[in-house]
């Protein structure tokens, strides 16, 4: 099993960035793929991005694609969303998971742990 926990959420200018954290616990970290998804009050939760385990592929949600950057460091267990040209229609808790689909997945039904979130408020 897998604990996840994010941080690095907060208030922040349209224009701003924010980076943030997801720690894993467990020594199977490396052979999960790490997705960022988010909800918006009164909307569905949505994908943000995705990383393979090694970190080497990624995949971005097009509304985020160029202003997002997802990455991981393994012997840390941890996962990380940069964030920058903040909108303020990125205001949202903003969630990690795991998955061990055989490929890169948007769908959140592939993702078996998830985190609590972190909220994320961008203001204009």
């Known amino acids: 099993q897998v604990q996840l926990v994010e941080s690095g959420g907060g208030l922040v200018q349209a224009g701003g960035s924010l980076r943030l954290s997801c720690a894993a616990s467990?020594?199977?970290?490396?052979?999960?793929?790490m997705g960022w998804f988010r909800q918006a009050p009164g909307k569905e939760r949505e994908f943000v991005t995705a990383?393979?385990?090694?970190?080497?592929?990624?995949y971005y949600a097009d509304s985020v694609k160029g202003r997002f950057t997802a990455s991981r460091e393994n012997a840390k267990n941890t996962v990380y969303l940069q964030m920058d040209s903040l909108k303020p229609e990125d205001t949202a808790v903003y969630y990690c998971?795991?998955?061990?689909?055989?490929?890169?997945?948007?769908?959140?039904?592939?993702?078996?742990?998830w985190g609590q979130g972190t909220q994320v408020t961008v203001s204009s």
């Open positions: 467990g020594r199977t970290f490396i052979t999960y793929d």
């Open positions: 998971a795991a998955s061990r689909s055989l490929t890169l997945s948007r769908d959140s039904r592939d993702y078996m742990y």
């Open positions: 990383i393979n385990w090694s970190g080497g592929s990624t």
